[in-house]
């Protein structure tokens, strides 16, 4: 079988794949905005994703590597071999393409647990973790601004779980300072850029969010690690620092 050019229609063929044989895939990264962003796919917010991003668990491992062979792809043995517990990787050489499959967990410059989190959608993660996944990337670029922008545009009303997003992020100093870190910057990015007219209403749901951040609780850990605040790297630094 021959994987689809569309990177959208390739990730709903596969995800598909994967619920008739019962297992888990969620798509995330640019071609999850796409999915449930209309904002994503006009401009000055539309871009072409790079590749394909999912997430699963690890108990769906052996099947998720029969369903991408069958589905065209070929399987990086040695990359799966190593790391094989926590991300899987394919090519798909028709298309000049990567599969990527997190298990259990993302971990990028921060950590995000997927436990309890694959069932809040059917087809991709939920809304506060594709925002989250933006917002943990500490050397953003272009494509992550507009992904976060069309989320807050777009679902920000109702579907961001504000007080998930505000736990996690109280219970982690490093997380916080890169997420809050992040808001800001997306807020002057959403004033620069060419063609877009709703730049206040990001700025007032960015301040929203912000405000929540900063009134949670903060747990004894993060209050630990504020001490010694950013004389120390509290991120890390992957070679791809997110699904695209």
């Keep these: ?58 108990s769906d ?28 990787f394919f090519w798909d050489a028709d298309n000049s393409r990567q599969a990527d499959v ?19 959608h059917p087809a991709t993660l939920s809304i506060s973790d594709l925002l989250l996944l933006k917002l943990q990337v500490f050397e953003t670029n272009d494509r992550d601004y507009k992904d976060a922008l069309s ?4 679902h920000f009303e109702g579907e961001v779980d504000v007080d998930y997003i505000t736990r996690l992020l109280a219970a982690d100093w490093g997380w916080w300072r890169t997420a809050t870190m992040v808001l800001e910057r997306l807020d002057g990015y959403a004033r620069e850029l060419d063609g877009f007219d709703r730049k206040n209403d990001v700025h007032y749901r960015i301040r929203e ?23 120390a790297r509290w991120y890390e630094l992957p070679e791809e620092t997110l699904p695209g």
């Design 1 to 58: 079988m021959t994987p689809l050019q569309d990177h959208v229609g390739e990730a709903e063929r596969l995800i598909e794949a994967a619920t008739r044989e019962g297992a888990v895939l969620r798509a995330l990264g640019g071609v999850a905005v796409h999915m449930r962003c209309p904002s994503a796919l006009a401009p000055p917010l539309a871009r072409t994703p790079k590749d394909l991003d999912f997430a699963s668990t690890s």
């Design 61 to 88: 491992r052996q099947s998720l590597i029969a369903l991408f062979r069958q589905g065209g792809y070929e399987e990086d043995a040695e990359f799966n071999a190593l790391h094989g517990k926590t991300r899987l």
């Design 102 to 120: 997190f298990l259990d967990r993302i971990s990028m410059c921060h950590s995000l647990d997927l436990a309890n989190r694959l069932d809040e």
């Design 151 to 154: 989320i807050v545009l777009d």
């Design 209 to 231: 969010l912000l405000g929540a951040i900063e009134r949670a609780p903060k747990s004894r850990r993060w209050k630990m690690r504020a001490r010694i605040g950013e004389r």
